[in-house]
């Protein structure tokens, strides 16, 4: 399925003074996991909690997984998610979520996503 593709900066992506189109699973994906919980007034419970279960005092790494999870299969055409890690820096409250996913057309694909860095 395709999509209007976005820049990392949320912009619509043109070339040669065209709109580029992109795979929705893989730009879902990332949409989701760089949305914050609470940041959408007509879906306040969308989102990841990172403020809630990532950036604090001795976090719980399943539930964490078990977010990052949750996200990535609610977007449509994932058939599974097979690996996960988040490697999480806590002096600059920053995170690299890495993921391997396999859609419902048995495509597999490996994707990071940085969290904070760049969004400030």
């Known amino acids: 399925m395709n999509d209007l593709q976005m820049t990392r900066d949320g912009d619509l992506a043109i070339l040669n003074h065209d709109i580029i189109a992109t795979d929705s699973i893989e730009q879902g994906i ?14 306040p ?12 005092k ?10 990052v999870s949750a996200q990535i299969m609610s977007v449509d055409g994932v058939k599974s998610v097979d690996q996960i890690s988040v490697d999480i820096d ?16 048995k ?3 490996e994707r990071e996503v940085s969290i904070w860095n760049n969004m400030e």
């Open 30 to 43: 990332y949409i989701r996991l760089r949305w914050w919980y609470g940041e959408w007034k007509f879906g």
């Open 45 to 56: 419970d969308y989102g990841m909690k990172y403020f809630e279960n990532v950036f604090v």
């Open 58 to 67: 001795n976090p719980n790494r399943t539930l964490i997984m078990s977010d």
């Open 90 to 105: 806590y002096k600059t409250r920053k995170a690299i979520v890495k993921y391997l996913v396999t859609t419902e057309n």
């Open 107 to 109: 495509e597999r694909f």
